[in-house]
């Protein structure tokens, strides 16, 4: 059984750079599937952000690529986000979540953690 956590501080300044790392359990993160970042901000839908493949390529939303990258630690089947001069309005919940392909469902998300950029 695929597991997937995500951990990472959930207070943020704003213009710091938010860091947040998926936990991987009961697979690889170098076969096959792709993983990715996705946020929920308060009161609005689903947004993605970006995705890491098997490979380690790397693909981003085009509205965050310039902020956003996301990285990986084969050794400790972890992958992690990062992104920079946060605001107000990058306040959500963030899950990861494994995909196939690029037309397929997500199959396995984390709980998602909550994210708050206040001073």
């Known amino acids: 059984q695929v597991q997937l956590q995500e951990s990472g501080p959930g207070l943020v300044k704003p213009s710091q750079t938010l860091s947040l790392t998926c936990t991987v359990s009961g697979g690889s993160i170098t076969y096959y599937y792709s993983w990715s970042w996705i946020r929920q901000p308060p009161g609005k839908g689903l947004e993605w952000m970006g995705v890491?493949?098997?490979?380690?390529?790397?693909y981003y939303s085009p509205s965050l690529k310039s902020r956003t990258s996301i990285s990986r630690d084969t050794s400790k089947t972890q992958f992690s986000l990062q992104l920079s001069s946060v605001t107000p309005e990058d306040t959500a919940v963030y899950y990861c979540?494994?995909?196939?392909?690029?037309?397929?469902?997500?199959?396995?998300w984390g709980q998602g953690t909550q994210v708050t950029v206040s001073s």
């Open positions: 979540a494994r995909v196939a392909g690029i037309t397929d469902p997500y199959d396995y």
């Open positions: 890491i493949a098997s490979d380690g390529s790397t």
